[in-house]
């Protein structure tokens, strides 16, 4: 069993920065790929950020240069740092796994909201 657990979320007011952490269990680290994604009012959730095991990474185009995932495996800890923050990335963020071919596994999510 993959355990994923989000924190970092809260309100912050457009053009700042919020970093979110994943604490995840080990055995998720072995995953062939981990990520972030989002789900907003009203939308689909969405994969905004994904790691592979080999530390390659790739993001949504709407946070291309603004948003970057990082992880330490000696802290069993996946993070996202999120900057020039926009009302439009309000949202729950969600930590996620999975194995290649496999379904997405996610924490509970975690609460951003960007005040205008």
């Known amino acids: 069993q993959v355990y994923l657990e989000e924190s970092g979320g809260g309100l912050v007011q457009a053009g700042g920065s919020l970093t979110l952490s994943c604490a995840a269990s080990?055995?998720?680290?072995?995953?062939?790929?981990m990520g972030w994604h989002r789900q907003g009012p009203g939308n689909s959730r969405e994969l905004v950020a994904s790691?592979?095991?080999?530390?390659?990474?790739d993001y949504a185009e709407s946070v291309k240069g603004r948003f970057t995932i990082s992880r330490d495996t000696a802290k069993n800890t996946m993070y996202l740092q999120m900057n020039s923050l926009k009302p439009e990335d309000t949202a729950v963020y969600y930590c996620a796994a999975r194995l290649k071919g496999g379904n997405w596994n996610w924490g509970q999510g975690t609460q951003v909201t960007v005040s205008s």
């Open positions: 080990r055995y998720a680290f072995t995953y062939n790929f």
């Open positions: 790691i592979t095991r080999g530390g390659s990474t």
